[in-house]
């Protein structure tokens, strides 16, 4: 079966610091992934997604960036955080086309405070 | 371009009502429909979809949810609610290829005893 690893759960990081979010998918190949931040408990923003290896559509403009070194490996990074980057940080998978119906499955989520 | 609008910010419910989250869709073609649900501070899990075929899909945890073409409206319901319902609960829609799926805001739903 598949399943979807994020880490770390919990960052406190203060003003400036560098960012990195990690996450990976087991138990597929070739999968699209992606990252989504949830503000207050609210609605999501999609930030990146990609559909292969070096491939990221980038959804935001924004402090963030994101790559995808390896085919199930999904990084968030940021050089220099902002209070604003604080929020719940999601990523994603689903089964790439002909195969995909739309259903995304989701990691647990890393909750970054920025002070 | 598709949307999908969640017209309620908060749905409170009695334990033991019936509920109904509410979720509208504007897409182009047929669209593919889910509900996913969000406990605090936990990712979102999948609850049910609807590609094709009858319009009543039944879902996790004793959800279902109804697929009216004609209102556009793919509301999630329950017969009878309880406490643990209590979450936040996301439509949303997808057209096809490897585009994301598109979200609601969300729907927080509180389930009083």
């Known amino acids: 079966s598949q399943t979807i690893h994020q880490w770390p759960a919990t960052l406190v990081q203060p003003v400036g610091s560098p960012l990195s979010l990690e996450c990976t998918v087991e138990g597929t190949s070739n999968p699209n992934l992606y990252w989504y931040r949830q503000a207050a408990g609210r609605g999501l923003q999609l930030l990146f997604y990609s559909v292969g290896i070096g491939q990221i559509s980038s959804e935001v403009p924004q402090n963030l960036s994101a790559s995808r070194p390896q085919d199930r490996q999904f990084i968030l990074s940021s050089k220099k955080l902002l209070l604003s980057d604080s929020g719940f940080y999601l990523c994603a998978w689903s089964v790439r086309l002909s195969g995909n119906t739309g259903e995304l499955f989701f990691g647990e989520g890393s909750r970054l405070t920025v002070l | 371009a598709q949307s999908v609008a969640q017209p309620e910010d908060q749905v409170n419910v009695a334990e033991g009502n019936p509920l109904t989250v509410k979720c509208t869709y504007s897409v182009s073609g047929n669209p593919y429909l889910f509900w996913y649900v969000q406990y605090p501070n936990r990712g979102l899990q999948f609850l049910l979809k609807y590609i094709t075929g009858d319009n009543l899909v039944k879902g996790s945890y004793g959800f279902e949810a109804e697929f009216n073409k004609s209102q556009t409206s793919f509301h999630l319901k329950k017969p009878s609610a309880l406490v643990s319902d209590s979450a936040l609960y996301f439509c949303?829609?997808?057209?096809?290829?490897?585009?994301?799926?598109?979200f609601g805001k969300g729907t927080r739903l509180s389930v009083i005893a």
């Open positions: 949303a829609s997808w057209n096809s290829g490897n585009t994301p799926l598109v």
